[in-house]
């Protein structure tokens, strides 16, 4: 079964500074990648994801996120975090086959300091 | 593209009493999704619909929910009778067949059961 693993649960970044949130995934094939960001109170945006072709992937918002096979991983990063992207961060996997189904990381929540 | 639309966005309701969450998709899109999203447990998927079709509802906590979809602009979720721990933000989301088509959520609705 495909699961996702986001080891920070919290995250605290300055205004300015450069950002990298980790996901790692678990998936017999190759697997189909999403971030997504929901603000308080609001549903989930897509941020960018990745099914096949280049491994890094640029995004909404200035993010960007790479695509690592060997290491299972697929994290999300931004060269200067903005005080507006203080929300919660999700990554997901699904299944290249079906497409179907996304199975979510346990987000990853980010406040951002002035 | 007004976007996948979720009423009510706020729903408080006495435990024992029917709840009933309504989603319109975005049309055109073939799949539809239903997730709950919970501190404890993350965002679970509940059931999926492809063409109006439950396809799987393995994730419907227990027989106090059911879900419908009677055609391809509307569905709903339905739990009776409502318990406390059903308190939780209910999302809706769809997605168009295909790789390449994204999920797109819903704003949620945010249920409370006292």
């Known amino acids: 079964a495909q699961s996702v693993t986001q080891p920070d649960i919290h995250i605290t970044v300055s205004e300015g500074a450069s950002l990298e949130l980790r996901c790692n995934y678990s998936?017999?094939?190759?697997?189909?990648l999403f971030w997504y960001v929901q603000s308080p109170g609001q549903g989930l945006q897509l941020l960018l994801k990745?099914?096949?072709?280049?491994?890094l992937v640029q995004g909404i918002k200035g993010f960007e996120a790479e695509f690592k096979r060997s290491q299972s991983s697929f994290n999300l990063r931004k060269p200067s975090v903005h005080w507006s992207d203080a929300a919660e961060y999700f990554c997901?996997?699904?299944?290249?086959?079906?497409?179907?189904?996304?199975?979510f990381g346990s987000g990853t929540q980010l406040t951002v300091l002035p | 593209d007004a976007g996948v639309i979720q009423s009510p966005r706020h729903e408080v309701t006495e435990m024992g009493q029917e709840v009933t969450l309504r989603c319109k998709p975005i049309?055109?899109?073939?799949?539809l999704f239903w997730y709950r999203q919970t501190m404890m447990r993350g965002l679970e998927l509940l059931i999926y619909?492809?063409?109006?079709?439950?396809?799987?509802d393995s994730g419907m906590p227990e027989d106090r929910f059911s879900a419908k979809m009677p055609n391809a602009s509307f569905s709903t979720l339905k739990i009776q009778p409502s318990e406390p721990r059903d308190s939780a933000v209910y999302f809706c989301?769809?997605?168009?067949?295909?790789?390449?088509?994204?999920?797109?959520f819903g704003s949620g609705t945010r249920l409370t059961v006292v």
């Open positions: 989301a769809s997605k168009m067949r295909g790789l390449s088509g994204g999920y797109t």
């Open positions: 998936y017999g094939a190759t697997p189909y």
């Open positions: 990745y099914f096949s072709g280049d491994t």
């Open positions: 997901a996997v699904g299944d290249v086959g079906s497409a179907r189904q996304l199975t």
């Open positions: 049309s055109g899109h073939d799949y």
């Open positions: 619909f492809n063409n109006n079709v439950p396809i799987d």
